[in-house]
């Protein structure tokens, strides 16, 4: 079965840092690009973060660039975006996606992991 | 970078009924244009891709059309398992991006 699980989500004071994980199973995770896609409470979706196959490319939307950093263990099957300098913005449900390649739409989603930033 | 909008935001219709929800992008994306179904506390399911390809496993009363700047999706006959919120994506250009969602309720 192809899945995604992510896991790190977790409360957090406005500053601090957090790295979330995104386990992968069931397809050949170095072949695909990986994706980072976030949802406030309510909200809608919004394009975080994105890294190639090999890791030799990412990409950061503007509102998470300079503090987050997408990373991939392709050995361990493992995506992974740290984040640092935490904001109340930055509170969401964070999900690790799998791309169709060539039209990047997002065939596979984990079920996602909460994010809390409040003091 | 593009803007999506779709319309209308919110829907009000009964099972059975055919709907149709719409997505505008700010430029031309070609058929780069995806639908997603999400429902509370879930994550986004893919239903179409490129405009109007059927997602492997998606029931076929879903279908999409579209090209260049103006896309929509139609539910034939609604089922009760569809009330759910339907975003597009269009995935021409880095950074991909979402319309702001559409919310299907029961009438």
């Known amino acids: 079965e192809v899945q995604l699980v992510e896991s790190g989500g977790g409360l957090v004071q406005p500053g601090g840092s957090l790295r979330l994980s995104c386990s992968a199973s069931g397809f050949t995770f170095s072949s695909y690009a990986m994706h980072w896609v976030r949802q406030a409470p309510g909200k809608g979706l919004e394009y975080v973060s994105a890294i190639s196959s090999n890791g030799g490319s990412t990409y950061y939307a503007d509102s998470v660039k300079g503090r987050f950093t997408i990373s991939r263990d392709n050995s361990k099957n493992t995506l992974y975006l740290q984040m640092s300098s935490l904001r109340a913005e930055d509170t969401a449900v964070y999900y690790c996606?799998?791309?169709?390649?060539?039209?990047?739409?997002?065939?596979?989603w984990g079920q996602g992991t909460m994010v809390t930033v409040s003091s | 970078d593009i803007q999506m909008t779709q319309s209308p935001s919110s829907l009000s219709a009964s099972v059975g009924d055919r709907v149709t929800i719409t997505c505008r992008a700010s430029q031309s994306i070609s058929s780069y244009l995806n639908w997603y179904q999400q429902k509370p506390g879930k994550a986004p399911k893919l239903l179409i891709y490129a405009a109007s390809s059927l997602q492997s496993g998606v029931p076929s009363r879903f279908s999409g059309s579209g090209s260049g700047t103006d896309f929509t999706l139609t539910i034939s006959s609604l089922q009760p398992e569809d009330f759910a919120t339907y975003y597009c994506q269009q995935s021409y250009s880095t950074p991909c991006s979402f319309g702001q969602g559409t919310k299907l309720e029961i009438k």
């Open positions: 996606v799998k791309g169709i390649p060539g039209i990047d739409a997002f065939d596979i």
